[in-house]
């Protein structure tokens, strides 16, 4: 079973709108950390946000915040006033249990941004 | 800035013929990863390394050996490409410490096998 699912292989979205992209998950484990990282065409993969699952409180960084739904295994990541710069690959990832350092990764969502 | 750094960005090599990728930081993390990412697909752990300790996975292919001779280095090295070899390789760092274990990521070299 996939442990982590991106369900959307492509998005486009008008420029200023936001954009939810969406990610469901599987553990047994209690102790986990969800992430989400975007990939420009260039190549580097640039860290966005961080949600660890005894956090209280949703993760929020700058345009980025992560909708956390625990009993629902969900981490949507939704970027608030897109611009054209988000155009990239979006990948959610997961790290199960403390001391573990292997990132488990969505398949990624192409992300287009239009004028 | 504190970084990841990754050389060359682009490495051409011929089919067979042995490879170095470099990547150094500055975060001064105990943990460095290695990554090989194809064509619209997420990347793949081949190694990492807490320290001087070596974690290899166990699908990564013996033709990939790495080296971290100290803290800011570390390098992946392929012995003998095949086409198959053709990718992007991430390197990335990150603290070593049970929490909040975020990786950081470098720039990546595109290899292309001829």
């Known amino acids: 079973a996939q442990k982590i699912t991106q369900t959307q292989p492509g998005m486009f979205v008008q420029e200023k709108e936001a954009v939810t992209l969406d990610c469901t998950y599987d553990?047994?484990?209690?102790?986990?950390?969800l992430f989400w990282y975007k990939q420009p065409s260039s190549g580097e993969m640039i860290f966005l946000i961080y949600?660890?699952?005894?956090d209280q409180q949703n993760a929020t960084e700058g345009r980025y915040s992560l909708n956390f739904q625990k009993a629902r295994k969900s981490a949507n990541l939704v970027i608030s006033a897109s611009q054209l710069g988000d155009s990239a690959m979006y990948f959610c990832a997961m790290r199960e249990g403390n001391g573990n350092y292997q990132l488990i990764w969505g398949a990624g969502t192409k992300l287009i941004i239009k004028p | 800035d504190a970084m990841v750094i990754q050389n060359p960005r682009y490495q051409v090599t011929q089919f067979g013929k042995p490879v170095t990728l470099s990547c150094s930081q500055t975060?001064?993390?105990?943990?460095m990863y290695w990554y090989q990412q194809k064509s619209s697909q997420a990347p793949k752990l081949l190694f990492h390394y807490y320290d001087k300790d070596f974690n290899n996975e166990a699908d990564t292919p013996d033709n990939f050996q790495s080296r971290r001779p100290n803290t800011s280095f570390c390098f992946l090295d392929i012995r003998s490409p095949g086409l198959g070899d053709a990718a992007m390789y991430l390197c990335?760092?990150?603290?070593?410490?049970?929490?909040?274990?975020?990786?950081?990521f470098g720039p990546g070299t595109r290899l292309l096998v001829l």
């Open positions: 949600q660890g699952s005894y």
């Open positions: 553990t047994s484990d209690p102790s986990y950390g």
């Open positions: 975060l001064n993390h105990n943990v």
């Open positions: 990335a760092t990150s603290k070593g410490t049970p929490d909040r274990e975020t990786q950081y």
